[in-house]
């Protein structure tokens, strides 16, 4: 490089400076997270509910129907039904609730609580005021899937209203501030999912 002459040396320069940037951005986009949230925080463990088959537990994602997740169901027994049901007044029913673990922030096996809430038929669903609780229950979970059944027999209705599921722990817990909006808090937090029914 001594010997070029100063216009020969600056595109030398200019060419090996861009090479490198080159690699530079390479290096970066390959080692940078799939479509995570960009501050999102790595914890002790991460625990997560599916709010459609596809969802890996990444945060925040833009999935629909966000409503209907296929890791909350309501069945007539307390043996799993393939998919969710509408339940019945006056019956008992069961709650299905699938933990998996881990998710993409966290690693190891997590204990906590999964509580449960609904909505009322035909209310509203501002977060929390109008959720009311139906079930706390403590939970331990390993490595893959966990599925916590609750018995409910006091299913409101008739009518239209929402399950959510929520699991929070000290390894895992809920992310600050969550909002008013339910649709929102889903989106951005694996935490929590959300599952529409109709009571018969």
């Known amino acids: 490089m001594a ?25 970066t986009a390959t080692a ?6 960009p501050d999102r925080v790595m914890t002790p463990t991460d625990v997560y509910m599916r709010d459609v088959v596809s969802d890996v537990g990444l945060e925040p994602h833009m999935y629909n129907p966000i409503w209907a997740s296929p890791d909350v169901k309501v069945c007539p027994t307390a043996v799993a039904c393939a998919t969710s049901q509408f339940p019945v007044v006056g019956m008992m029913n069961y ?28 209310g509203g669903m501002v977060w929390p005021t109008d959720l009311t609780w139906v079930a706390t229950v403590s939970v331990v979970v390993p490595p893959g899937a966990t599925t916590v059944v609750v018995p409910w027999g006091a ?6 209203f929402s399950l959510v599921a929520v699991w929070d722990s000290p390894g895992d817990p809920l992310p600050p501030p969550l909002t008013s909006d339910l649709q ?13 029914l109709m009571s018969v």
Do not use: C, K, M, Q
């Open 3 to 27: 010997f070029l002459g100063s216009r020969a040396r600056r595109a030398a320069l200019a060419l090996l400076a861009g090479t490198a940037l080159a690699g530079l951005l390479a290096t």
């Open 95 to 122: 709650i299905f609730v699938t933990l998996r673990n881990p998710g993409p922030y966290g690693t190891g096996t997590d204990s906590g609580a999964l509580r449960i809430y609904r909505t009322s038929p035909g």
């Open 32 to 37: 940078a997270p799939p479509a995570a949230e």
């Open 155 to 160: 299913v409101p209705g008739p009518g239209h």
């Open 184 to 196: 929102v808090n889903v989106r951005y937090s694996n935490n929590i999912a959300w599952r529409d």
